[in-house]
Nanobody, 124 residues
Framework: QMQLVESGGGLVQPGESLRLSCTGS??????VGWFRQAPGKEREGVSC????????NYADSVKGRFTISRDNAKSTVYLDMNSPKQEDTAVYYC???????????????????WGQGTQVTVSP
């Protein structure tokens, strides 16, 4: 089973950039998604990318500001957060997602392997 470890979270000011990394260990290549959970709110999908990197999906709230990418040679998926807003403050998790749901339905549906999360705080 894939094990995922997130890194790169921290405190940033609105408008600054931040890069999150999700590094996996285990056999095979997986489609991976970023999810987030703010205090008092349900966890929501942010973005996901297929195992090949050819297909991506973004939540409307981050479209145009966040970019997901991957380096399969490093078994790492990145989330570049550009122009973050205070409402982007949350714990960010990465997880394996269904390739079929992503490609056919453009949805980020977790398949069960989650990282431990990394806190992102956007504050002046």
């Amino acid at each position: 089973q894939m094990q995922l470890v997130e890194s790169g979270g921290g405190l940033v000011q609105p408008g600054e950039s931040l890069r999150l990394s999700c590094t996996g260990s285990g056999p095979g290549f997986y489609s991976v998604g970023w999810f987030r959970q703010a205090p008092g709110k349900e966890r929501e999908g942010v973005s996901c990318i297929s195992s090949s990197g050819e297909t991506t999906n973004y939540a409307d709230s981050v479209k145009g500001r966040f970019t997901i990418s991957r380096d399969n040679a490093k078994s790492t998926v990145y989330l570049d957060m550009n122009s973050p807003k205070q409402e982007d403050t949350a714990v960010y998790y990465c997880a394996t997602v269904s390739t079929r749901e992503l490609i056919q339905q453009h949805k980020c549906i977790s398949t069960g392997s989650w990282g431990q999360g990394t806190q992102v705080t956007v504050s002046p």
